[in-house]
């Protein structure tokens, strides 16, 4: 099983998707926690409208797509919705659909356009460099270390949010731009890479399964990495040895990972009820 690891450009997919996975279901705690699933998918998609736009004007897609994504983090830190028939994921569902129409409309104009959507969606982890993952890392790392040394502030802020009291973080909050700075620049990085829909699965799928798994807050995030951990292992081994896309391969591990962490909980609960 391990042979196969031996051969670059497979190790590299290995060693950029547990990068990815380490930082993004770290974050995906905050994510889950504060009910803004859509936030990564619309930030990632803000992402790869700043790279379809500086194809369109043949400029260099790094800059620009940076530039739209911290626009679009800063933005999005100032939602905070107080009309009780609205959810803040349906005004970010909206931007999602949005910048996912624009991106298909300068798509559309490419030479390979559907190609092009392809590798928005899922990325193309077996072609990733070292130069690239060198780079990712050096920033996931700075990003974790901000995270580390003022966790307390980001859990606290996630707090409010799980406890429903986001109305009173007022209109302009620095820990909240910091956390949506900090996932805007691990997702314009992350997608390059690995695509939108493997992004969201790192930032959803760990966190979610590790809740399954249990009610400690401590034990939360180290769970959720190791489940991106091994999603990221598994997902690699089964797109090399049966000649599947990686972005996808990913996915599909995660989700079997996912299905079985509630399959756990399931049988948690009904012993719990038999007592």
């Known amino acids: 099983m391990l042979d196969m690891f031996t051969q670059d ?17 770290y974050l995906g705690v905050h994510v889950v926690g504060r009910g803004i699933v859509f936030v990564d998918l619309a ?19 790094t800059v620009i797509a940076i530039v739209f994504t911290m626009v679009g983090a800063f933005m999005l830190s100032f939602i905070n919705v107080k009309d009780k028939r ?9 931007v999602y659909a949005v910048a996912s129409a624009a991106t298909v ?23 990733v460099t070292s130069a690239q993952i060198m780079i990712m890392a050096g920033a996931f790392g700075l990003i974790g270390l901000v995270h580390i040394i003022f966790r307390k502030k980001f859990f606290e802020l996630t707090e409010k949010f799980e406890n429903h009291q986001a109305e009173h973080i007022g209109v ?8 949506y700075l900090s996932i805007g620049l691990a997702i314009v990085l992350a997608v390059r890479a690995g695509g939108v829909i493997p992004v969201f699965s790192y930032i959803v799928v760990p ?14 995030v180290l769970i959720a990495m190791l489940v991106s ?47």
């Open 9 to 25: 450009f497979i190790f590299n997919a290995l060693k950029v998707s547990i990068v990815m996975g380490l930082l993004l279901s």
């Open 43 to 61: 930030l990632g998609q803000i992402s790869m409208l700043g790279v379809a736009f500086a194809n369109y004007i043949e400029k260099d897609p």
């Open 86 to 94: 609205l959810k803040q994921e349906a005004i970010i569902g909206i």
């Open 105 to 127: 409309l300068l798509i559309s104009k490419a030479p390979h356009g559907e190609a092009d959507i392809s590798e928005v969606l899922f990325g193309s982890l077996f072609t």
């Open 172 to 179: 302009f909050n620095l820990w909240n731009f910091l956390f």
């Open 207 to 220: 966190p979610v399964s590790a809740i399954l798994l249990t009610r400690k807050k401590g034990s939360l």
């Open 229 to 275: 951990i091994v999603g990221s292992f598994f997902g690699i081994y089964f797109s090399t040895h049966f000649d599947f896309p990686a972005g996808s391969s990913v996915v599909a591990i995660l989700g079997v990972i996912f299905l079985a962490a509630a399959g756990v909980r399931l049988l948690r609960g009904k012993e719990i009820v038999a007592q």
